[in-house]
């Protein structure tokens, strides 16, 4: 059964594009530093693994890596696989001058398959940051993961 919602998830993922969601309107207006959009940027954030690709390619090895690592780190939470809750979360999360992954925020029918979510994301590896201009910047970044039983 396992194994058959894995496939499922699988499929989906494969079938769902990245969104990548535009500036903050509600920044802080002492925030000096401004986020760009994953969308926009010049050089994207990368995955590690993705840093020998060419540069063309680059925003689709991070749409795979991505991918596959919702994919190793999906777990169905038990209280929504008992009570038949699913649906589609969307995650939110900027990827820092650093980065690091942080301000984590997700949005979906059931508070357990968003803890299931930023679970995912939490586990996140450091990434290499995004640059434009040639300064490293906040680049944010959404991502949807459904909850689907079959």
Known sequence: YKLYLMK??????????????GQNENTKKNEKES???????EDVPLFPGCETVPK???????????????????????????NGIQGRVFVQFI???????SDIRSRGPHGSLERAAERIIEKLPKMTPGYTNG??????????ITFNLR
Request: charged share 20%.
């Open 56 to 82: 063309s390619k680059r925003r689709d090895c991070f749409q795979n890596k991505m991918n596959r690592h919702i994919i190793q780190n999906f777990r169905y939470p038990e209280f929504a696989q008992k």
């Open 95 to 101: 990827i820092g001058k650093d980065g690091n992954i």
């Open 8 to 21: 499922k998830l699988l499929l989906l993922l494969l079938f769902i594009p990245l969104i990548s969601f």
């Open 35 to 41: 986020l760009i959009p994953f969308a926009t940027i």
């Open 135 to 144: 300064l490293p910047v906040r680049v944010p970044f959404s991502i949807p």
